[in-house]
């Protein structure tokens, strides 16, 4: 049984619009209301083709936000007062959350609920039906053309890394001749960017600060190629006690900066390695990904955040 809500952007608050019992039944005692003809929760594309002769060929795929639509269902004018309190102003921008299966556990990377983020676009309230209940179309406006959920993996302290038993997995070992960090994980959506934050906890300084990502992925001719498509960060820098470098390679937000212990930040992509051998913005690809950090010391803390971006139907 497929879940659908609302969430504030700004808090926890959210609104049910598929409140339902265990046996699919309205469940009065959710917070939220019933949405049906639900409409624009899939996925929709423009194809442009040529000719050449009597053949045709795909020379453009450009993919669409289209609205998501339905009617929203009101026991009475309380019930809809509710919800006008829940959104605000009308023009603030909420989180829409679909779980296609209706499982899911706040919090965990691979079970997490897909979003995007909308707007209510149109809201047309009617007289009440034969039952009593106000019946609203409802548009709602999308920023989104494929469904996002975000990934986050944390390490706070190396010592506790655990084993490799459950994938994904996090795990330390020897690389190269040196102490190195890997997070294994699938990203079964688009390529995306990705942010890395390591902050260094320690006395000392921290400096050498390098990691890679790599994928394994099956060609079309079914070969296996495994850990390729290798791309490489370094930053010349020195990480001082309390300090974070925050590397964001996502396009809209992306910049290098380090945040020291007073909250004060310094730019630093000037100190980024310019060999050509390093992209130093690395992205994560579509498939099995691995993203493995080189370690002078075990008291730092390391987040790594990607967003996955996939079509639903």
Same mark, same amino acid.
């Given at each position: ?48 083709? #040529? @000719?050449?002769?009597?053949? $045709?060929?795909? =020379? ?6 289209? &609205? *998501?639509?339905?009617?929203? %269902? ?17 023009? #603030? @921008?909420?989180?829409?959350? $679909?779980?296609? =299966? ?6 965990? &990377? *691979?079970?997490?609920?897909? %979003? ?18 106000? @019946? ?178």
């Amino acid at each position: 049984m497929r879940k659908i809500w609302l969430k504030k952007m700004d808090s926890d608050d959210t609104w049910d619009l598929l409140p339902q019992d265990k046996n699919g039944r309205y469940d009065p005692k959710v917070t939220g209301c019933p949405f049906s003809s639900i409409k624009g929760m899939g996925y929709k594309q423009a194809i442009t083709q #040529n @000719q050449v002769e009597t053949e $045709y060929f795909i =020379s453009k795929i450009l993919s669409s936000n289209q &609205p *998501i639509t339905g009617i929203m %269902y009101f026991k009475d004018d309380n019930h809809i007062k509710e919800f006008q309190e829940f959104i605000g102003d009308f023009r #603030n @921008q909420l989180y829409l959350f $679909y779980s296609p =299966s209706g499982d899911y556990e706040a919090g965990d &990377p *691979i079970s997490a609920p897909f %979003y995007k983020k909308v707007v209510i676009a149109q809201a047309d309230k009617t007289e009440t039906d034969e039952f009593g209940w106000y @019946q609203i179309s409802t548009t709602f406006s999308t920023q989104d053309d494929v469904w996002n959920r975000d990934a986050y993996y944390s390490i706070e302290e190396l010592s506790a890394v655990g084993e490799a038993l459950v994938y994904p997995y996090i795990y330390p070992y020897v690389y190269g001749g040196r102490n190195a960090l890997a997070i294994e994980f699938e990203n079964k959506g688009r390529e995306v960017g990705c942010t890395v934050k390591i902050k260094n906890n320690s006395n000392n300084d921290l400096s050498n600060i390098e990691w890679f990502i790599d994928r394994d992925y099956v060609d079309y001719y079914g070969v296996l190629h495994e850990h390729a498509d290798v791309q490489r960060s370094k930053w010349n820098l020195i990480l001082s006690e309390g300090s974070e470098l925050v590397i964001d390679s996502n396009p809209l937000t992306q910049e290098a900066k380090v945040v020291y212990s007073d909250n004060e930040a310094q730019n630093v992509v000037d100190l980024q390695e310019p060999s050509w051998d390093y992209i130093n913005f690395v992205r994560v690809m579509n498939g099995k990904n691995r993203i493995v950090f080189y370690i002078e010391n075990e008291d730092i803390s390391i987040n790594f955040i990607y967003r996955e971006q996939r079509e639903l139907i």
